[in-house]
Structures are given as structure tokens and as C-alpha cells.
């Protein structure tokens, strides 16, 4: 039996869904619509600017798959997450990257939280503001999150409060990202991407035969060396043609922040994060690359995603290279984030805390 306050006005909000047999709850109100699947990791599946009717995400060829009713046909760590990988947007606890074991846990890709169901309760129902509390407690680490979701009437930001604490009795390692992917009929070669600047690098190992970019390379954002010794501009997005699948790292940013603008549309999406915690800007580019399992040079997109920490192989990567946050026993490190829709341009100045924009003047 659901009580809550049911409105066609205003801000709304309804856990009273499911899709494909995963619970979810909707969020929206005038100008924006967020649906998290809070029994697939409250991983928010969509997030609609309604002027344009334009969803920023990305969703993978096969969408959502419930895990709990999904019977895999493979033990492996990497195939198991990407198997049930819809797009979207995903919260990376405590090991981003691919399978790892740390203290003993088999960590499995992106590893763990983004699998389960978590628990849900809408906080508040109004016509001026809907809130509803995320949570969950990990299995194989000793972790319990929590992060809170708004929006407010007549914004197009959604605010976001996030808890990590370890409930061990022992000190423990952790990554925590943003797994934020962006798709088409959004996402394409007029897009370009503005962030405070910073310092980028290339990921090494290569993690596909299809990299374009020199391994272990460096540069000033928004540059990055390319295999042939070319300069890419890393803030223009590539076209499909490009059959390229990388990731680089964005640190050292003056400010917390970066937007995606489609300068054809003038429609783009800004994420704003504490950048004394997301130190890395993780992005990849699946522009056409990608053969065999389990894109088959199917997919476009790209990710733009903050982590405390960086490293594709996992926690034990992030422990070796000096980046994975310690929690001790009883700590919580806790972050306000915001994302936000907005029109009008072809670039972007700055995105400050509260989710209001700056247009860039001139391009």
C-alpha cells in the first residue's frame, strides 16, 4: 500500500514503479525527470531536460537487466558486471575499475554496490521540494552509503548528499566514483567539453587494442598526445568514425566541475563535485572502439566521471599507487553534489556549488 502525496504539478515524486522487474523511484517537476532504479543500485537510469526532451544518458544495447533475476553463465568478475550494465549513471564503491581482490574479498568489476538493491524512503513531498534517501550496505567490504536526491520547483539541478562510512572495526581502503555516461541523440561530435583546467594523462595499461592515445602520455588540459605524436584536443568530442576506445584522467582541476554543451542544440549537462575528494576525472571514450565482448564496435559514448582515486585495475591498483581514500573504524567522509540541465550555449565558464551556470561568451 502506497501513502504518498500524488501531484500533476509542481515537484513530484513516486516510488510506486518498477521496470523490467527493477523498483524504482521518480523524481520531477517542471523542467527536469530522474528515474533511479534503486533495486539495481540506485543507479539513475535517466535524466530528462523536458524543454528538449533530451535524456543525457546513455543506455548500453541491451538495457536494463535485473540481476536478481538474470541467471549468468560465467563466474567471471568483468563479464558479470558488464552483463547487467544498462548506461547511466552508476555510484562506483569500493573498487572502480576491473576485477581485484583486496583484504581477502574478490572484488568483481566496478565492484559492489551498483548490483544490489538498495533500500529507499521518500524524506519529503511537497510541491516546492522532493527528497528520497538511497542506501545500502555493502556485502564484502564493510561499507554502508547513503546519498539523498532533490530537486526543488523550478530548478533544473538535482542535489545530491552522500555518506560513506566504515562500519568495520578495522581501518579499510576504498575508491568511490561517479560513473556517469553520456549517449547519443545527445551525445555527438558538436559536443565539447569545458572543465577549470587541469592536468590530463593517459591510462596504462592499454585497455584496448582500438587505443589511439600514447600510453603513460601527459599534458595540460585540454591536451593529450596521441600514438602518432599528434596533439588531441581531449574538449571536443569524437565522431563515431573515430573507432577508438580509450581512458585518460583529468587531476590538478582548479574547481570541482565540468559541463558537456551540444553547441548544435545549445542543451548540455553539468556535474558539480568536492574536488578535495573526486581528485580524478576519469574519461572515457568509447567512440566506435570496442570489438568483440561486449560492444562489438557497437557503442558510442563517453564518461566523464569523478573518483577519489585512479587506476583501471581496482582497489589493489588504487592502494599501490597512493590515491585510495583509509577509512578508520566508525569514519564517514561525506560530499554535496549537483547535477543540472541547462540551454542557451555553446560552452561553459563555471558551474558554482548550488548548480548555477556561467555561459562561456565567447567560443
Known amino acids: ?59 548500453s544495447p541491451w538495457g536494463v537487466r535485473n540481476p ?79 546519498k539523498t536526491l532533490s530537486i526543488k520547483k523550478d530548478s533544473s539541478v538535482l542535489e545530491i548528499e552522500a555518506t560513506l562510512t566504515n562500519e568495520g572495526e578495522q581501518s579499510v581502503h576504498t575508491m568511490w566514483g561517479d560513473h556517469i555516461a553520456f549517449g547519443t541523440p545527445f551525445l555527438s561530435d558538436r559536443c565539447v567539453i569545458d572543465i577549470s583546467g587541469g592536468k590530463t594523462f593517459n591510462h596504462y595499461p592499454e585497455i584496448a587494442p582500438q587505443n589511439d592515445i600514447k600510453l603513460e ?19 571536443k568530442v569524437r565522431s563515431k568514425d573515430t573507432k577508438s576506445l580509450t581512458l585518460s584522467y583529468v587531476t590538478d582541476m582548479t574547481d570541482g566541475w565540468y559541463s558537456v554543451t551540444n553547441q548544435e542544440t545549445g542543451v548540455g549537462f553539468g556535474f558539480v563535485f568536492p574536488k578535495n575528494i573526486f581528485k580524478y576525472l576519469w574519461y572515457w571514450q568509447s567512440v566506435g572502439g570496442g570489438f568483440g565482448y561486449p560492444w562489438y564496435g557497437r557503442t558510442y559514448n563517453i564518461g566523464l566521471e569523478p ?57
Open 68 to 146: 536478481s533475476m538474470y541467471v549468468p553463465t560465467t563466474g567471471d568478475g568483468g563479464n558479470l558486471w558488464l552483463d547487467v550494465y544498462e548506461g547511466g549513471w552508476q555510484t562506483i564503491l569500493p573498487s572502480g575499475g576491473i576485477p581485484n581482490s583486496y583484504m581477502g574479498a574478490d572484488l568483481g568489476q566496478h565492484a559492489e554496490v551498483n548490483t544490489m538493491p538498495w533500500d529507499s524512503q521518500i524524506i519529503e513531498n511537497s510541491e516546492e521540494k522532493v527528497s528520497v534517501r538511497c542506501s545500502v550496505r555493502a556485502v564484502r567490504t564493510p561499507f554502508f552509503f547513503e
Open 217 to 235: 602520455s601527459t599534458g595540460e588540459w585540454p591536451w593529450i598526445e596521441m600514438k602518432d605524436g599528434t596533439q588531441l584536443d581531449l574538449r
Open 307 to 363: 573518483f577519489t582515486s585512479y587506476g583501471h585495475r581496482g582497489l589493489t591498483d588504487a592502494v599501490e599507487n597512493g590515491t585510495a581514500i583509509q577509512l578508520q573504524p566508525g569514519e564517514s567522509i561525506s560530499a554535496s553534489q549537483c547535477a543540472v540541465a541547462f540551454s542557451g550555449a555553446k560552452g561553459i565558464e563555471s558551474i558554482d556549488s548550488n548548480g548555477t551556470v556561467t555561459i562561456r561568451k565567447q567560443i
Open 1 to 59: 500500500m502506497h501513502y504518498e502525496i500524488v501531484r500533476n504539478h509542481g515537484c513530484r515524486i513516486s516510488d510506486a514503479w518498477a521496470y523490467r522487474g527493477v523498483d524504482a523511484v521518480v523524481l520531477e517537476n517542471e523542467l527536469i525527470k530522474v528515474v533511479v532504479l534503486v533495486g539495481k543500485g540506485a543507479d539513475i537510469y535517466q535524466f530528462i531536460y523536458k524543454p528538449t526532451d533530451t535524456d543525457f544518458m546513455w543506455r
